[in-house]
């Protein structure tokens, strides 16, 4: 038995599709001419519903059937709102983040109140001034060190962003325009400018890094100048010869209060991208209801 109906494509040409059971479709253009092609390349996504298709009520098959019918036209879409919620879910994970930040400002204040009440009382009995010149290097240590870790997480922020250059695919060197070529010419020294501007982000790092070896060298020669102060420092402490002022305390308390503020400045710097990751993720939700 022969099966057999006429297709109209959306360039308005006209196919006849003939089928013997058991066998595979065969085509034939408007002349009765065989077309070698496959159905899918005149009749694209073909649906067909009888009266039992269209009275179905089972859960969910209003959105099957609104799938089948325009599914194929939203998978740009789809992609496009992939995109912004992996965008989205990134600038919420930094902003939960940037949430804990008062809180620990909070707690360091708290611990900060009281490192100066207990050198409040060191300081009433003359002890700053004479331990100046070691909480001093102290302060000096901490600073070099807080330095170096912003420094160190400005190379690592750097290097992320170079790993995902693509230089591959930043050139036309394979590409030739029939048409255009001499537009095309333009982009030769802009992608030569861009290629250029990458290679400096590179010589960048490197410098970077150099001079994180030389803090690092600094932070060595103020080390061993703390350690030749050791014997001066001792016999300053021996000198005060009192027992209710315990000196390596108070030496201690002022290095941690230094570093806490070093901390504090830290994260009150970090919280100035709050307002535009909140303006970022409001958009986000914009686009992606869109």
Same mark, same amino acid.
């Given at each position: 038995?022969?099966?057999?109906?006429?297709?109209?494509?959306?360039? %308005?040409?006209?196919?006849?599709?003939?089928? =013997? +059971?058991? /066998? $595979?479709?065969? @085509?034939?253009?408007?002349?009765? *001419?065989?077309?070698?092609?496959?159905?899918?390349?005149?009749?694209?996504?073909p649906l067909y519903f009888g009266q039992k298709d269209l009275a179905l009520t089972r859960k969910?098959?209003?959105?099957?059937?609104?799938?089948? %019918?325009?599914?194929?036209?939203?998978?740009? =879409? +789809?992609? /496009? $709102?992939?995109? @912004?919620?992996?965008?989205?879910? *990134?600038?919420?994970?930094k902003l939960i983040v940037l949430t804990d930040i008062p809180g620990q400002i909070a707690d360091l204040s708290s611990e900060n109140a009281t490192l100066?009440?207990?050198?409040?009382?060191?300081?009433?009995?003359?002890?700053?001034?004479?331990?100046?010149?070691?909480?001093?290097?102290?302060?000096?240590?901490?600073?070099?060190?807080?330095?170096?870790?912003?420094?160190?997480?400005?190379?690592?922020?750097?290097?992320?962003?170079?790993?995902?250059?693509?230089?591959?695919?930043?050139?036309?060197?394979?590409?030739?325009?029939?048409?255009?070529?001499?537009?095309?010419?333009d982009l030769n020294p802009l992608i030569a400018q861009a290629n250029s501007s990458i290679d400096a982000i590179k010589q960048d790092i490197d410098t970077l890094k150099k001079s994180k070896e030389k803090i690092s060298l600094v932070r060595e020669k103020l080390i061993l100048k703390i350690d030749s102060l050791k014997d001066e420092f001792a016999e300053i402490k021996r000198e005060i010869n009192d027992e209710q002022l315990d000196a390596d305390s108070y030496v201690s308390d002022q290095k941690k209060l230094v570093a806490n503020n070093e901390k504090?400045?830290?994260l009150k710097e970090s919280l100035k991208s709050k307002d535009r990751l909140c303006s970022a993720i409001k958009k986000g939700f914009a686009d992606r209801n869109e």
């Open positions: 038995m022969t099966k057999c109906g006429w297709v109209v494509n959306r360039f %308005s040409k006209i196919y006849s599709l003939k089928r =013997i +059971i058991g /066998e $595979k479709i065969t @085509i034939y253009n408007e002349n009765g *001419e065989i077309l070698s092609i496959p159905v899918e390349s005149i009749l694209r996504n969910g098959y209003e959105y099957d059937l609104l799938n089948k %019918s325009i599914g194929d036209k939203v998978q740009d =879409i +789809i992609k /496009e $709102k992939e995109s @912004i919620q992996s965008k989205l879910t *990134e600038d919420i994970e100066q009440h207990r050198l409040k009382v060191y300081q009433e009995k003359g002890l700053d001034e004479k331990l100046k010149k070691q909480t001093s290097c102290n302060a000096d240590l901490v600073r070099i060190d807080s330095l170096s870790e912003w420094l160190d997480e400005l190379i690592q922020s750097f290097e992320s962003a170079y790993s995902k250059d693509g230089r591959e695919l930043l050139s036309i060197d394979n590409y030739v325009s029939q048409y255009n070529s001499e537009i095309f010419d504090i400045a830290k």
